[in-house]
């Protein structure tokens, strides 16, 4: 990652321009072609470098509710129950913790009804019941930026 990777990666994540050709905006400002961002951006997500870009909403806003998942699985499989956990749309992002619960996930969805139901079929699907869901009971806007 050089010099012309990082000022991307600090536009990425702080004022993503919403306009026609966004990569060509970010290029206009580094002095450099829409084309050369565009192919800098895709091979910092193929290094697992970006992960996703994408836009965050206040869903319940917009009416929907989330939550935060708490999973105990044993070791042997945690990458199957990842997989199908990150099958799910409304799976925002997940994450591994040094705790009797390892597997931590949120989960967004149109409603309380089909949350539950995907929180069933996960555990139908991998066979791992203790899954805690914990909505939340306060927000707090955190800016998780890095400065590169």
Same mark, same amino acid.
């Given at each position: 990652m050089d010099a012309v990777d990082k000022k991307i990666l600090n536009i990425?994540?702080? +004022?993503?321009?919403i306009v026609?050709?966004?990569f060509d905006a970010v290029g206009a400002e580094l002095g450099i072609s829409g084309g050369e961002?565009?192919? +800098?951006?895709? +091979?910092l997500k193929e290094d697992g470098i970006i992960r996703r870009i994408g836009a965050v909403f206040d869903g319940r806003a917009l009416g929907y509710t989330s939550t935060l998942c708490a999973a105990r699985v044993?070791?042997?499989?945690? +990458?199957?129950?990842v997989e199908v956990v990150n099958g799910y749309p409304g799976v925002t992002h997940n994450y591994r913790r040094s705790h009797e619960y390892n597997v931590w996930f949120t989960f967004i969805a149109p409603d309380q009804a089909a949350l539950e139901k995907a929180l069933?079929?996960?555990r139908q699907r991998t066979g791992i019941t203790?899954?805690?869901?914990?909505?939340a009971v306060r927000t707090?806007?955190?800016n998780?930026?890095?400065?590169l």
């Open positions: 990425l994540q702080t +004022r993503f321009p026609p050709e966004p961002v565009l192919d +800098r951006v895709k +091979r044993p070791e042997a499989q945690v +990458r199957s129950f069933a079929e996960i203790d899954i805690l869901n914990m909505p707090y806007k955190i998780a930026t890095f400065e």
